[in-house]
């Protein structure tokens, strides 16, 4: 098979999930990696609550959660081990459980690989390289190519093409998708190496290693995390002056770790050196291409919000791509994706920079009016998380988001005749309008009915939530419904049962446009 509904380059986390995403509303899907698999060795070591839901939804929770153990604190200090910022994961996030996990992300990808192999739909063409991307009258065309791993070369003269409707890039900070399109990149400015050393140790309760921290030490800023069950991730700032070169052995990686490990205590899985960068790509999509994950968007790595992100690129991307495929809407759907993904990675880059700001102090003088102004209070709070601006959201007339629009909306589990099951499965992967019971006028529900949108009683004669969160954010919003969209955020909310009706005619103008 050569002609695909969707062809996916880059077989990392985001192309993995986009992949299934896509292959369950039946569409092909084709998969071109020039590695034979999955990266073999450690990245992304954290994953939030709201990354929990999807791997829930997808049916891979429980795989995932062996591999995982929840973050409990995590805390910065300064030369001299004194706390400056101790945050606390382990309180009960609006998705349930803790607000962040900890695992090995060659662990994650093979249970991804595992969930991909054999599914309907998926092609995967692995150990080939993508040589070009043409756009056509239909869709793309994909030149790809046999690769060694081991010379690092594409056999060009075996090279075939694949066929699609369109391709999505997520292939790396070094993007050909992205290049092709000629999307520009803007640099926030925040540029730093660090050598990361990934550890096995042998026996961690011998050791003296913190659980999950950042000391700030201006010597030599280093942070300390679990990286799932039973590795362990540390992190050196290479500081200005120094080379990269002299942190690429063995004996250096020990060197920085004698302090905590030595080599009689675990196995040295790798060290690698790292550029932190601070890019976001401006255009996301030219014709039937698109890019997602790294090849859109860069970030420093303290909030753990790198594979996240393009986690969310692939869970905002996929309903999208489906309802055009589909037919249900026009192509300029695919232009509300860069419009509510952009700004909302943004936000994220920012604050990652701000932290990474307080973390990369390798003067003494700052790093002590840095500590003084911890210890006196004197920090102003970190900015709020973001939410989605723009897009396929309801508005008013300023165009602003109206009432709970675009926020990430509360999960929990829902309860009705003895029977539990969380939200998720009882919606699926769909918009939904959780209302409040006996709020649904009649022209609503048919209404509802004819858009493919399932409704959700929350309270007397309907669920009852077991945590009362979906109760809790109707209450806070005033709202007697909240229209949910597929990637958790809300489309919006009524605070009448006369303006349901309303608000789904909003969302069908909105997806039919």
Known sequence: MSDFDIIVIGYGPTGKVLARLLSDRGNSVAIVERRPAAYPLPRAVGYDHEIKRMFHSLGLAREIEAISRPMHHYVWY????????????????????PGGYLFNQPDLERVLERDLEGRPGVSLFLSHEALGVAETAEGVTIAIAPFDGETGKADAT?????????????????????????????DHGFDAQWLVVDVRPHDLSNLPIPDAAQWCNPERPTTIVPSGVTNRRWEFMIKPGERAEDFASDAKAWELLSPWIKPSDGVLVRHAVYRFRSLLAQGWR???????????????????????????????????????????????????????????????????????????????????????AFFSGQVPPPPPFPGISAGVIA?????????CAGQLLPHDEL????????????????FVL???????????????KKLGVPVIAIGQDGYRDRNGRLTACLRAHGAVAILARPDFFAFGSASSPEGV?????DLSTRLAA
């Open 78 to 97: 300064n030369a001299d081990w004194k706390v400056l910022v101790d945050m606390d994961f382990s309180e009960e996030s609006i998705s349930g459980g």
């Open 158 to 186: 075996r090279t075939i093409s694949l066929s699609g409707k369109y391709v999505v890039g997520c292939d790396g900070a070094n993007s050909l998708v992205r290049r092709t399109m000629g999307s520009p990149v803007f």
């Open 286 to 372: 030219k014709g039937r291409m698109l890019i997602a994950g790294d090849a859109a968007h860069l970030m420093p790595p303290f909030m753990g919000q790198g594979m996240c992100s393009g986690l969310r690129d692939s869970w905002n991307l996929a309903w999208k791509l489906d309802r055009v495929l589909s037919g249900q809407s026009s192509e300029r759907l695919l232009d509300d994706y860069e419009r509510e993904r952009a700004p909302h990675v943004d936000g994220y880059v920012r604050i990652s920079m701000e932290m990474g700001k307080v973390v990369c102090v390798p003067d003494p003088e700052a790093a002590r009016g840095r500590d003084a």
């Open 395 to 403: 508005t008013d007339a300023s165009r602003r988001p109206e009432g």
């Open 415 to 430: 309860e009705k005749d003895g029977v539990t099951a969380r939200l998720d499965a009882l919606t699926g992967r769909a």
């Open 434 to 448: 959780l209302v409040q019971s006996g709020s649904l006028p009649p022209d609503a529900s048919a209404l509802a």
């Open 501 to 505: 009706v309303a608000l789904l005619q």
